[in-house]
């Protein structure tokens, strides 16, 4: 199993410009989360999905939005990049509990 | 007050020691994590613990629910264990954790 993967692990984006951080997993498990940590910081949670088709806010949605098509599948989409947005995204699945993380993707808005 | 507390911040030791990492939480919980983040990003769960200890390796984690509190042992520390340790629980309201600011460990040979 490769686990959860993400791409890319690094972008430099300006302001305005829109991207989607891809995150797919392996595993055939129905929660997926995305979070974002900022320097010195705890992980705070974007979005969070139960399952295909069901998505919900976590702390911090504003800016970004999410789809949830298929298990497998979890993209995040920046609209309008600003430099707030600057931070490092992670992906993560969990199953019964345990938690399972992709590497990260670095992203910078200037 | 945040809803989860770690100390130390930071925490340097020598190659060999004996080392304690602390979390309190002021939430009700089902159970609580422990991950591990090397330099570089990657995040890896080590424990998820709700009740008494749990022991993989050197690690050691340990839960006191009636006190809010668990403590993340390391015994015979090593360069490789440098890392930050990130305690996290769940909020009342399911899946979702609350995570603590974590610990920067660093063991100097």
């Known amino acids: 199993n490769a686990g959860v993967t993400q791409t890319p692990k690094f972008r430099i984006l300006k302001i305005g410009q829109s991207m989607t951080l891809q995150c797919t997993q392996d595993?055939?498990?129905?929660?997926m989360y995305w979070y974002r940590q900022d320097p010195g910081m705890g992980l705070k949670l974007i979005y969070y999905?139960?399952?295909?088709?069901?998505?919900d806010k976590g702390e911090v949605p504003n800016g970004y939005n999410v789809s949830r098509s298929t298990t497998e599948d979890f993209p995040l989409r920046l609209e309008l990049a600003a430099p707030s947005q600057t931070s490092v995204y992670f992906c993560?699945?969990?199953?019964?509990?345990?938690?399972?993380f992709g590497e990260g993707s670095r992203l910078t808005v200037l | 007050k945040n809803e989860v507390e770690q100390s130390p911040q930071n925490l340097t030791a020598q190659e060999g020691e004996f080392i304690t990492i602390n979390c309190s939480y002021s939430v009700g919980i089902s159970a609580l994590h422990w991950l591990q983040q090397h330099p570089g990003g990657g995040i890896v769960s080590l424990f998820m613990l709700s009740s008494g200890k749990k022991k993989h390796g050197r690690l050691i984690a340990t839960i006191n629910i009636q006190e809010k509190h668990s403590s993340l042992h390391i015994t015979a520390s090593h360069p490789r264990d440098s890392a930050v340790y990130i305690c996290?629980?769940?909020?009342?309201?399911?899946?979702?954790?609350?995570f603590g600011e974590g610990t920067q460990l660093t063991v100097n040979p």
């Open positions: 996290a629980v769940p909020k009342a309201s399911g899946s979702r954790l609350t």
């Open positions: 999905s139960v399952g295909a088709g069901i998505t």
């Open positions: 595993m055939n498990h129905n929660y």
């Open positions: 993560a699945s969990s199953y019964r509990g345990e938690l399972f």
